[in-house]
């Protein structure tokens, strides 16, 4: 039997309020939050922040005030990505 993460990893139906999914969200929030603090010009500490946040990343990337992303795991961006201002992503599956 899979568990309401795996389910959820999986792109099927699961539920939102399993402590391993409100985990992960909480996660998520709480990065999208520390990202957000960190002026965009300091690439130096916005990277590992959103390596840690997105499922991969490539080369240069670039995240404006105020992200926001359900999940961040299934986030995959090449290189040379631009999150501009305001943008949200409900990353729910991959």
């Known amino acids: 039997m899979m568990t309401e ?3 959820l990893d999986a792109g099927l139906e699961y539920c939102f309020t399993d402590p391993g999914v409100e985990a992960r969200k909480a996660g998520a ?9 960190v002026p965009h010009t300091d ?3 916005q990277e590992p922040l959103i390596r840690k946040l997105f499922g991969k990343a490539g080369r240069n990337p670039v995240v404006l005030a105020n992200f926001q992303c359900d999940n961040g795991k299934n986030i ?3 290189d040379e990505f631009l999150a501009n201002y305001n943008v949200t992503i409900l990353d729910i599956a991959p």
């Open 5 to 7: 993460l795996e389910k």
């Open 76 to 78: 995959r961006v090449g």
């Open 29 to 37: 929030a709480s990065l999208c939050r520390e990202l957000n603090a």
């Open 43 to 45: 690439r130096a500490r």
